[in-house]
């Protein structure tokens, strides 16, 4: 099968998926117990007032009429309006969608940095203390809450040293940078913790297969063997996992941007909930899903690329 | 064993029979990073299990005078903004927390292996049913999707326990279907179906034994991420609510204070980090037991 075709094939596939979570987030959100309607006018409106505000948000139509509102306007690229802000959603999404997005390549970009040499040493040097100290930050990595991380990075980087801006955004793409690299670190550690751990064994297993010992039976110097043929076919697998963690860094930035006080989608989710503002809730979901499907396809696709044995 | 064969000379006591201790002392040989686990996690429930009552202050004892002290003999790791002690409350969270971690790991785990034994070994509708499921699990993000399972069930600890449940099980599902589609054509279980076995006892007696062990090397890590999520639902307010001592929200009552009292967000954080590091001992133990090898 072609690149284009299994393209196609996997986009098609995705629409039943997409399907079902329609509407299970139209379903979640007719789920969150209290009226909207009240919620927006105050527990003081008037009977006459909650039964107007209720039919001007469709809620006095059947739910099968809902939804069937919900999805001609989903249709049109319509995700609905906030209830507290009065804006259509999908302008937040716009406005906030960038950020968020910038902030997981960022921090995905700077876990590579931290994993390749770290795995490299600690496979090289393996059962030294260097390895083992190596080993130790993976396991506090995996083991210590990124907010809590984050926090002590802002109180010793931000507050005590004032390197780093306590939180914020900048005013131009370099100043972002630097706005944004604290959280982006918070958000990597974590990943390259697990990454390192992977792609050390990855590059162990590699170093004892054959095509290794051949390179070195030729006489190449170890650096070439190490760069060209030990790392480049472990990192192969190291592919399929960074998928899941952009995913999971997708995920992580909710978190992230509600400690860092960063206005990208995260930190909207968090605060619609609390203000009840539903249509936002329903549609930041709904995106945030969306993003990870487009994500795993885009990683099956690179897999592809690295690995020229692997036929989509 | 060579060891028998090669051993001309009269024993005491025969080789393999070796006492609990020395099997002890073999095992920490071969395997320190399991014992260290076995010995981290034993502790860190102990002090889930006595904090309560070593603790120096009732955990929601309010002093307005002695707010927001540094550390000091008489408040070892200081004051929060209401004066309560802070060793107190991270003793008394240790519960929460670990409780919260533990059950919402085991529990998922049987759900799991229950459905994905069923999954894998029959296919057909179940089997349909469940792929569907995780195609649409895996399209959220882990954290939004707790959180938009807590925004419809409301904050709190008991409902974060069913969002982590419903989240959980899944995992461990996928993780037994596969092992138990390659187990149940293996030779013991073609042999347990020549004989006569019921399905039952197949699954039961022969397939799940020899596929559990890599669920229960992933439930430690469960544990350890679900004390994390926990914490970090506490921590924006959608988890465990006021004045309950848990560590995540107590790091975000610490906030406010961030630019000078530096010891409200470290300590919870500290014995977050502390209990994560315990579980993920345990599970690197374990799974070199798995594994066969020593380290």
Known sequence: MGRTAYIINRLVQMIPTLAILGVLTFLMIRAIPGDPAVTLLGVQATPDKVAQMRSHLGEDKPLPVQFGIFVSQLAHGDLGRSMVVQIPVLTLVKQRLPLTLGLVAFAMVIALVITIPLSVLAAVKRDTWIDQAIRGFTVLGISTPGFWVGILLLILLGVRLRVFPVGGVGTSPLQDVYYLFLPALTMALGVAAVLTRNLRDALLSTMRSEHVNVARAKGLRGRVVLMRHVVRNALISTVTLLGLYLGWLVGGSVIIESVFALPGMGSMLISSIMARDYQVVQGFTLVYAVLVLVIYLLTDLAYSFVDPRITL | ?295
Not at chain 2, 54 to 78: D, F, K, M, T, W
Not at chain 2, 210 to 220: E, K, R, S, T
């Open chain 2, 1 to 295: 064993m060579s060891t028998l064969t090669t051993a001309p000379v009269t024993l005491e006591r025969p080789l393999v029979e070796r006492s609990r201790w020395q099997q002890i002392r073999r095992l920490a040989r071969r395997n320190p990073t399991l014992v260290v686990g076995v010995v981290l996690v034993a502790l860190v429930i102990l002090v889930g299990v006595i904090g309560p009552f070593v603790a120096p202050y009732a955990p929601n004892l309010q002093n307005y005078e002695g707010a927001v002290q540094p550390p000091s003999l008489a408040h070892v790791l200081g004051t929060d903004k209401f004066g309560r002690d802070q060793l107190s409350r991270v003793l008394f969270g240790a519960r929460i927390d670990l409780a919260l971690g533990i059950v919402t790991a085991l529990v998922p785990l049987a759900i799991g292996v229950a459905i994905g034994a069923v999954a894998g070994f029959y296919g057909g509708w179940v089997d349909t049913i469940f792929m569907r499921i995780i195609e649409i699990q895996v399209a959220f993000p882990f954290y939004v999707l707790l959180i938009a399972i807590l925004a419809i069930l409301g904050p709190g600890l008991l409902n974060m326990y069913y969002a982590l449940i419903l989240v959980g099980w899944v995992a461990f599902a996928r993780l037994i279907r596969g092992e138990v589609l390659v187990a149940k054509n293996l030779e013991y279980a073609v042999a347990a179906r020549t004989l006569g076995c019921s399905d039952r006892r197949i699954i039961l007696r022969h397939l799940l034994p020899n596929v559990i062990g890599p669920a229960l090397i992933f439930a430690m890590s469960v544990v350890v991420f679900n004390i994390l999520a926990g914490a970090a639902l506490g921590f924006l307010g959608l988890g465990v609510q006021p004045p309950t001592p848990e560590w995540g929200s107590m790091v975000a009552d610490s906030r406010e204070f961030m630019t000078s009292a530096w010891w409200l967000p470290a300590f919870p954080g500290l014995a977050i980090a502390i209990v994560g590091v315990a579980f993920s001992v345990l599970g690197d133990g374990l799974s070199n037991v798995l594994r066969g090898g020593t380290r």
